[in-house]
């Protein structure tokens, strides 16, 4: 009895060892469990990169380009400032503050530009006016 014993004994160690290889082979293959961000439960949406650039000179004279995904869309399409301002105003203020300042820089550039056009006006007609006597 005691050979019975024994080999049921190493039969009951061999079940075990193959348990145990099994185990250890559906624990290999199941998806190991990482330490990090959970992961969004945000629906994830679509995005698309347009990119619009707008340039203006010190003159106020502004132009915009139109760049989707790498490609030139619309390309030195000259823009009124007040459209520039506008659209400003509209995305946000520290946006429209650099802007405006930019504006008013040009602006008060063309009212200099303007009174200097008005004096030589003025000069020219008081010299006109001393030929025409």
């Known amino acids: 009895m005691s050979d019975q014993q024994d080999t049921g004994t190493?039969?009951?160690v061999e079940v075990t060892s193959e348990q145990a290889g099994d185990q250890?082979?559906?624990e290999s293959t199941a998806p190991k469990k990482t330490k990090g961000r959970k992961?969004?439960?945000?629906?994830k949406t679509r995005s698309v990169e347009l990119v619009l650039t707008v340039t203006g000179t010190a003159e106020g004279e502004w132009q915009a380009e139109l760049t989707h995904?790498?490609?030139?869309?619309v390309q030195s399409l000259p823009i009124p400032a007040s459209a520039v301002s506008k659209a400003a105003s509209e995305l946000h203020e520290d946006i429209s503050e650099a802007i405006e300042t930019v504006i008013s820089d040009a602006r008060q550039q063309h009212e200099n530009k303007l009174a200097e056009l008005e004096a030589e006006m003025e000069r020219v007609k008081k010299t006109l006016a001393d030929l025409e006597s």
């Open 10 to 12: 190493a039969e009951a």
């Open 24 to 26: 250890q082979q559906a």
């Open 39 to 43: 992961q969004s439960t945000a629906r």
């Open 69 to 73: 995904s790498g490609k030139r869309i």
